[in-house]
């Protein structure tokens, strides 16, 4: 069998502050950018990796959400318990110190972790919680 992630969805609650964040801070390509109806759809993805995407989206265009489930998301997001992904690079010291200048959240500085990784760990303009990896 060969399967490859595609897309990854993220919950977005700015689409400005996503992108920017996604395109200035992280650096990924903009691959798409689609508004319907006052909402809007934004793919990201790493340059040189055309078959990878974070798609940043409205989490409550869900369709059948409730009210109730809105709440509760809103208030996961604002916590940062949502949703998460988990990047990678070969230099974990530079991109941290990129999203540091940069002023992103920063809630675990660059770690060497018990179970055998490197990591750090942000928040994007949402809420979302990005743990970056460092590459072996």
Do not use: C
């Given at each position: 069998?060969?399967l490859?992630?595609?897309?990854?969805f993220?919950?977005?609650s700015?689409?400005?502050?996503?992108?920017?964040f996604y395109?200035?801070?992280?650096?990924?390509?903009?691959r798409?950018?689609?508004?319907?109806?006052?909402?809007?759809?934004?793919?990201?993805?790493p340059?040189?990796?055309?078959?990878t995407?974070?798609v940043?989206?409205?989490?409550?265009?869900?369709?059948?959400?409730?009210?109730e489930?809105?709440?509760?998301?809103?208030e996961?997001?604002a916590?940062?318990?949502?949703?998460?992904?988990?990047l990678?690079?070969?230099d974990?010291?530079?991109?941290f110190?990129?999203?540091?200048?940069?002023?992103?959240?920063?809630?675990?500085e660059?770690?060497d972790?018990?179970?055998g990784?490197?990591?750090c760990?942000v928040?994007?303009?949402?809420?979302?919680l990005?743990?970056?990896?460092?590459?072996?």
């Open positions: 069998m060969d490859r992630i595609h897309a990854s993220l919950p977005h700015d689409p400005e502050a996503a992108l920017a395109r200035d801070t992280l650096g990924f390509e903009v798409k950018d689609v508004g319907y109806k006052g909402l809007r759809w934004i793919t990201v993805g340059s040189g990796q055309p078959g995407s974070i940043l989206h409205p989490p409550t265009a869900t369709p059948g959400i409730t009210d489930e809105r709440r509760v998301i809103a996961m997001m916590k940062g318990t949502y949703a998460i992904i988990t990678a690079t070969p974990l010291d530079a991109t110190a990129r999203l540091q200048a940069g002023g992103t959240e920063i809630v675990q660059p770690t972790q018990p179970y990784v490197r990591d760990a928040r994007d303009p949402s809420g979302n990005i743990r970056i990896n460092q590459l072996a």
